[in-house]
């Protein structure tokens, strides 16, 4: 059974850092489509990030682009977020979703490509 777990969320004051991290489990892909996503009360979920594992390019929102990194440890099967400058309007909850046996298409994909997703891990700026 796959499992998508996020952590690292919380609390920080405008300008500050968080680093995210998404594992997910029980799959033997050797590569994947993967994406950040995150949602506000009330508002659609929107992408962030998008790529596909085994390589390629990396497609990050406009709000995401110099201030937002992507990185993974293939080793551990550790997917990794860090957010740099954060802002007040970054705050939300912080998805991480997986497409297995597919590459990514180009550009940011929708929320209905990809069929698992985590719980969420809530990311809260103050000004």
């Known amino acids: 059974q796959v499992q998508v777990v996020e952590s690292g969320g919380g609390s920080v004051q405008a300008g500050g850092t968080l680093r995210l991290s998404c594992t997910i489990s029980?799959?033997?892909?050797?590569?994947?489509?993967m994406g950040w996503f995150r949602q506000v009360p009330g508002k659609e979920r929107e992408g962030v990030v998008v790529?596909?594992?085994?390589?390629?390019?990396?497609y990050y929102a406009d709000s995401a682009k110099g201030r937002f990194t992507l990185s993974q440890d293939n080793a551990k099967k550790m997917l990794y977020l860090q957010l740099d400058s954060l802002k007040p309007e970054d705050t939300a909850m912080y998805y991480c979703?997986?497409?297995?046996?597919?590459?990514?298409?180009?550009?940011?994909?929708?929320?209905?490509?990809?069929?698992?997703w985590g719980q969420g891990t809530q990311v809260t700026v103050s000004s």
């Open positions: 979703a997986a497409k297995p046996f597919s590459g990514c298409p180009s550009g940011l994909a929708n929320v209905n490509y990809f069929p698992y």
């Open positions: 029980g799959y033997n892909w050797s590569a994947y489509c």
């Open positions: 790529k596909y594992t085994g390589g390629g390019n990396t």
